[in-house]
């Protein structure tokens, strides 16, 4: 039998089963607005990484499995240039838990390309609505796009409607899309140019299809917290998945609670990760008038061959102070970043040495 056809006999199972005997990992869990002891609430819901094309090198060679992510577009985009089948987005910030709830639940609406766009820059909650398909969604789904976060809090519609129609970051994601040479920050750009589901019809359909036979999770979650990690694990391991790619940003330069560093974080992963498993960050070498950003990323079986690696301080500031030198370490670490124009960066050899 062929194995797709085993795959989706296996997602129909599992969808017939009562939500008290699926997987932990398919339990969304509610939004805790309280859950943070700091007052960054939204901070990083807008999209500041102009060109995620730069990653497709890295993602290309991507396997099937489970693509978990941070952030919100930066999630939908590396997917939807990758060859994973399954998205799982977590964050500690209750607001980007919730863009990413209505993403995927208007992804899951939308009948075209067209009609996503048009649902996803209204401005009028009615559309949402009226919608043919809304009565298709769960009932946790519509209370989300018709709710409230906390008590004190807008309305989830108008943090949307506004991040969409009133930032000028979700401005050249929806409109700077066609390769043309921009300026933004005072840097001439290419921003957001390929690699862009609002505007590619194959991302989009790939990030369709997954929403609507329920392959997109949005999980909060505080990867600095040891405990965290562990339910985590823990529950990815009972949903069986493959893991295909690590997306964690510039988590490494992050602060981590209790001890527990990012490269705690990642070998923490090591169980479950199998050789090819990506793992992908992000080096921000120029922070203004606008960040710029380069990518990352190596697979597990060089990791576990270089155990000091682990994208550590040290070694991760290499790139932000000389991203002109940024080139690959013994033929294992790929390096994508923004100086050059070209979409697909040089990629050190990555065959076995003997």
Known sequence: MPIFRIFMMAMALLSALPAHSRPPFFRQGRIRYDLLDNHLYGTYIYPNELEPQKARPFLIRSGRGLYISVGTERS??????????????????????????????????????????????????????????????????????????????????????????????????????????????????????????????????????????GRMVAMQIDLSNRTAVSTLLQSLEESGLDISVLDFSNLWDTWFRDKFTFTDLVRSFDKLANPDTLLLSTVDYERRPFPRWMYVGTKFRFLRKNPKLYFNDEYMKIFRTRPDKAVGFKGRMWVGHQVSSACDDELIDEEEED
């Open 76 to 213: 939908f985009l590396g997917f939807g240039q990758s060859k994973s089948s399954h998205l799982l987005m977590v964050d500690k910030d209750p607001f980007a838990v919730m863009f990413n709830r209505i993403n995927i639940a208007l992804l899951k609406m939308a009948t075209s390309q067209e009609d996503y766009l048009e649902l996803r820059r209204t401005e009028d909650i009615r559309l949402w609505k009226s919608h043919p398909n809304w009565t298709k969604l769960s009932e946790s789904e519509r209370r989300l796009l018709l709710g409230k976060i906390c008590s004190h809090c807008k309305p989830n519609f108008s943090h949307w409607s506004i991040a969409m129609n009133y930032n000028y970051k979700f401005e050249a994601l929806h409109k700077i899309s066609s390769g043309k040479q921009q300026v933004i920050g005072g840097y001439l750009i290419k921003s957001f140019h390929r690699g862009n589901y609002l505007s590619d019809p194959i991302a989009f359909k790939k990030l369709s299809q997954a929403a609507k036979e």
